[in-house]
């Protein structure tokens, strides 16, 4: 049975006073029997929440019948049951931490919409025959560890370990590429509409972004996942999703200790390390689901009974 949906958006749009509106939306949330996280602040809401689907009809309608939102994107999965295990709505300056803002020139248009130049929507057909023809720089727009455990096959593996590393990185050494063809992507989208309005501030001129992310590749009926390596990482108690339904799949994950192919992320069980780590099933049972010998002999560690 899948009873339940998983909602995934996001969208730039002017809030007054995010901490009343971020109020207001935790008890619409609330009401609706909604759990997940959600992001609000001057510049709109990005968000992933998940509920039956009846309740997630009703939450769509709710945010499009706000002006301020009726153009907003839904990205609906089917899911058997919740991917969360609470609702937390918060308040922060960015809806994804990037600190570089102050370099990306923006404005708020007449309805409120926050407007940036950004790199040209590319559907997920085109993105396609992008990665089939190998004449642009592919970007993979997330973080090194997102990256290891699936990614489009020739995209570059920038080594951030956070989204606000990105600026420095592309500074440094994405600058000698100013005039290439160049196009990213990311989980739902919305890295990529932060990274190309950097990119194109910094003096890029040919930039593309995925248009809906990975998540909307992988539903597309004619792309079907192609060229899809490995499985999506997500920020849910799923952990990962497949994408790739056209058949030609290839395993990229490697386990942490042996470097055999697994595409299983788990964290260590030694709670004051926590390390979320790609492992294999003998490796998991040898180590005791430990990322070192340290934390196998740990005085504080998960119980692994079960």
């Known amino acids: 049975m899948t009873d339940y949906n998983v909602l995934l958006y996001y969208y730039f749009t002017w809030i ?3 901490e009343v509106f971020a ?3 935790r008890k619409l949330c609330s009401s609706l029997g909604l759990l997940g996280r959600i992001l609000v602040s001057h510049e709109g809401i990005n968000g992933t929440v998940s509920g039956r689907q009846e309740s997630c009809k009703e939450y769509i309608e709710v945010v499009r019948s706000d002006k301020r939102f009726s153009n907003i994107e839904f990205k ?3 899911v058997e049951n919740h991917v969360f295990q609470k609702l937390s709505v918060r308040v922060k300056r960015e809806l994804v ?3 570089a ?3 990306v020139p923006s404005h708020v248009n007449g309805k409120g ?3 940036r130049k950004r790199g040209q929507y590319v559907e997920p057909t085109d993105f396609l025959t992008l990665l089939e023809s190998g004449e642009a720089i592919v970007i993979d727009g997330r973080t090194d560890y997102e990256y290891d455990l699936g990614h489009f096959r020739g995209a570059l593996r920038p080594p951030v370990s956070s989204f606000r590393e990105f600026p420095e990185w592309i500074r ?3 600058s000698k590429y100013k005039t290439r063809k160049i196009v990213t992507y990311c989980t739902g989208g919305i890295r990529c509409e932060k990274l190309t309005s950097f990119m194109i501030a910094e003096g890029f001129t040919d930039v593309y972004q995925l248009h809906g992310g990975i998540v909307t590749y992988g539903s597309d009926e004619a792309a079907r996942g192609s060229l899809w390596d490995g499985r999506c990482y997500v920020f849910d108690e799923r952990i990962s999703i497949e994408i790739n339904r056209a058949g030609n799949k290839r395993i990229v994950g490697k386990c942490y200790h042996c470097s055999a192919p697994t595409e299983r992320y788990v964290n260590c069980a030694n709670l004051d ?3 979320q780590h790609l492992v294999c099933a003998d490796c998991e049972e040898r180590m005791q689901r430990s990322c070192s010998a340290e934390c196998i002999s740990a005085r504080r560690r998960e119980s692994l009974v079960g």
Do not use: G, N, S, V
Request: proline share 4%.
């Open 16 to 18: 007054d006073t995010p």
């Open 23 to 25: 109020e207001e939306h």
């Open 76 to 78: 609906i999965d089917r």
């Open 97 to 99: 931490t990037f600190r």
């Open 101 to 103: 803002d102050d370099a």
């Open 113 to 115: 919409h926050i407007q």
């Open 172 to 174: 440094q050494e994405l």
């Open 273 to 275: 390390c926590h390390r």
